[in-house]
T-cell receptor, first 113, second 113 residues
Framework: GAGVSQSPRYKVAKRGQDVALRCDPI?????LFWYQQALGQGPEFLTY????????KSGLPSDRFFAERPEGSVSTLKIQRTQQEDSAVYLC???????????FGSGTRLTVV | QQQVKQSPQSLIVQKGGISIINCAYE??????FPWYQQFPGKGPALLIA?????SEKKEGRFTISFNKSAKQFSLHIMDSQPGDSATYFC????????????FGSGTRLSIRP
């Protein structure tokens, strides 16, 4: 497709459940970023991949958060044992090169009940 | 530590007026300053960006003014239209390195008809 595709668009999880969020970047885009956006706030960096290598995971809030991009294309963000504070929109973005403005997907809205 | 500070939090402007949003940054290593526009239910979209070697950049009705010595930059929207109603985020990053983009907290702009 022409844009960054994220699925599911909405996810409701019971506290303690594991969830997996998928990101399909724009074809050929080397860089892939995950951001977390709380209601009424700006996006906050979680992690960054260049191809299949995870070069920066400094923004992951705890060891319950894990991201992978095994073939350098599709990426999955996994959250184990979800907590209420994990409720947010999770945004994925990709770019041809690092540092430049990149293209965001529409996000996955996660609600933990 | 909030590396990019944005104000105001919300702004109401009459149709045809000028909308002004201000940002300040702390890290002098930042050398790429994009502005993003976000509509409800969508991811942020790149609007306009500037490097610090110029003091102003204009694209259509959108202008970025940049003051390197003050570490401040602002977005001006001329002849504001109802379709400009959205949330705007300033951001900063290091252009040439493998670097995440740091976002401000956002400004919710409403244009009154």
């Amino acid at each position: 497709g022409a844009g960054v595709s994220q699925s599911p668009r909405y996810k409701v999880a019971k506290r303690g459940q594991d969830v997996a969020l998928r990101c399909d970047p724009i074809s050929g885009h080397v860089s892939l970023f995950w951001y977390q956006q709380a209601l009424g706030q700006g996006p906050e960096f979680l992690t960054y991949f260049q191809n299949e290598a995870q070069l920066d995971k400094s923004g992951l809030p705890s060891d319950r958060f894990f991201a992978e991009r095994p073939e350098g294309s599709v990426s999955t963000l996994k959250i184990q044992r979800t907590q209420q504070e994990d409720s947010a929109v999770y945004l994925c973005a990709s770019s041809l090169r690092t540092g430049k403005g990149y293209t965001f997907g529409s996000g996955t809205r996660l609600t933990v009940v | 530590q909030q590396q990019v500070k944005q104000s105001p939090q919300s702004l109401i402007v009459q149709k045809g007026g000028i909308s002004i949003i201000n940002c300040a940054y702390e890290n002098t290593a930042f050398d790429y300053f994009p502005w993003y526009q976000q509509f409800p239910g969508k991811g942020p979209a790149l609007l306009i960006a500037i490097r610090p070697d110029v003091s102003e950049k204009k694209e259509g009705r959108f202008t970025i003014s940049f003051n390197k010595s003050a570490k401040q930059f602002s977005l001006h929207i001329m002849d504001s239209q109802p379709g400009d109603s959205a949330t705007y985020f300033c951001a900063a990053s290091m252009y040439s390195s493998a670097s995440k983009i740091i976002f401000g907290s956002g400004t919710r702009l409403s244009i009154r008809p």
